[in-house]
């Protein structure tokens, strides 16, 4: 199993033009050891350095939003499209998972990427 299988359960899910709601909030998103390489990889090769942190902002935002976006953590993805992770501005994709899919996603992510 690939982490892109994972990422592939998720749905899709469109955030407000501009909202940065999430990743101004919620800190340092946790990540596991592949998704860690695959940022330092994304880093390297569009030449960037690691941001700092600032209070509970996550050092990956910029002005124009999510500078790590095609490899942001499953944690970044999921948010805003399962039960426990619900967008404060209460914005969702067609369909939200259900929680026995949500937890079945956990399963997959703490099986296979821990
Ligand atoms: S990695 Fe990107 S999507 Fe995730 S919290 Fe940081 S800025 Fe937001």
Redesign the pocket.
């Known amino acids: 199993m690939d982490i892109d299988d994972i990422y592939n359960l998720i749905p899709d899910f469109m955030c407000t033009k501009g909202c940065r709601e999430?990743?101004q909030n919620?800190g340092v998103?946790s990540r596991t050891r592949i998704e860690d390489e695959r940022l330092k990889v994304f880093l390297k090769k569009n030449a960037m350095k690691p941001g700092k942190a600032h209070g509970n902002t996550?050092p990956?935002?910029n002005e124009s939003g999510?500078k790590?976006?095609p490899v942001?953590p499953l944690i970044?993805r999921l948010y805003g499209t399962s039960p426990n992770y619900r967008c404060k501005m209460e914005v969702a994709p067609l369909r939200l998972l259900h929680e026995d899919e949500e937890a079945e996603i956990f399963h997959f992510y703490q099986t296979y990427f821990f």
Do not use: E, S, V
């Open positions: 999430c990743c919620f998103p996550c990956h935002l999510c790590i976006y942001r970044c």
